[in-house]
Each structure stands twice: as structure tokens, then as C-alpha cells.
């Protein structure tokens, strides 16, 4: 089992910047893949970003040269830092963890950019 806490959402002008942050804890050493997701209303929900272990991150086109993922692994934490945001990126961010082939989410965190 991983637990994850994620921090960090709230309310920001276009162009602003937030950082997201998710805690992993439990059986954290079997976590191949740390990632976020968001989900804007009446739409599905899409991975934004992911790193695996020992490879390189994975970013959605729509947040490439905006969006950051890093992955602290001594804090078995993840973070994503959200720089130009856009009214398009508003949406409810969620923290994936992928481990022993099980999908664990975060409760998600609102982001809100607006024009």
C-alpha cells in the first residue's frame, strides 16, 4: 500500500506560477512511476506529467516548456512546477503513483488560473 499527500493547488493570475507537491509514504520501495493527472470539469482526466524510476520524465505536449516534474527521492516526493499558467490549465491535480502493478491516487488539489 502507498499513501500520498499532495499540497501546493490554490488560485493564481495567468502567467503565475504554483508548485505541486505529493508525499509518498508506505511501501515506497516497489514505486516505479511518480506522475500527475488533472481533470478540468466535463472532461477525462489526463496524465500532465510522470518521471520513472531511472528514466526520463514524460510531459503532456500542451505543458512541455511550462511544466516541471522532479522527484526527490530521498522525500519520496514529487513535485510539479506549474510556470505560465494558462485558463486552459485549471483543472483538479492529482498525484499517480504507480507500484507493484497497482494505480494509487492522491485525494487531488485545485488549480485555478485566471485570465
Known amino acids: 500500500q502507498v499513501q500520498l499527500v499532495e499540497s501546493g493547488g490554490g488560485l493564481v493570475q495567468a502567467g503565475g506560477s504554483l508548485r505541486l507537491s505529493c508525499a509518498a509514504s508506505?511501501?515506497?520501495?516497489?514505486?516505479?512511476?511518480m506522475g500527475w493527472y488533472r481533470q478540468a470539469p466535463g472532461k477525462q482526466r489526463e496524465l500532465v506529467a510522470r518521471?520513472?524510476?531511472?528514466?526520463?520524465?514524460n510531459y503532456a505536449d500542451s505543458v512541455k516548456g511550462r511544466f516541471t516534474i522532479s522527484r526527490d527521492i530521498a522525500k519520496n516526493t514529487v513535485y510539479l512546477q506549474m510556470n505560465s499558467l494558462k485558463p486552459e490549465d485549471t483543472a483538479v491535480y492529482y498525484c499517480h503513483v504507480f507500484s507493484r502493478l497497482v494505480n494509487y491516487w492522491g485525494q487531488g488539489t485545485q488549480v485555478t488560473v485566471s485570465s
Open positions: 508506505g511501501d515506497i520501495f516497489s514505486i516505479s512511476t
Open positions: 518521471i520513472i524510476t531511472n528514466g526520463s520524465p
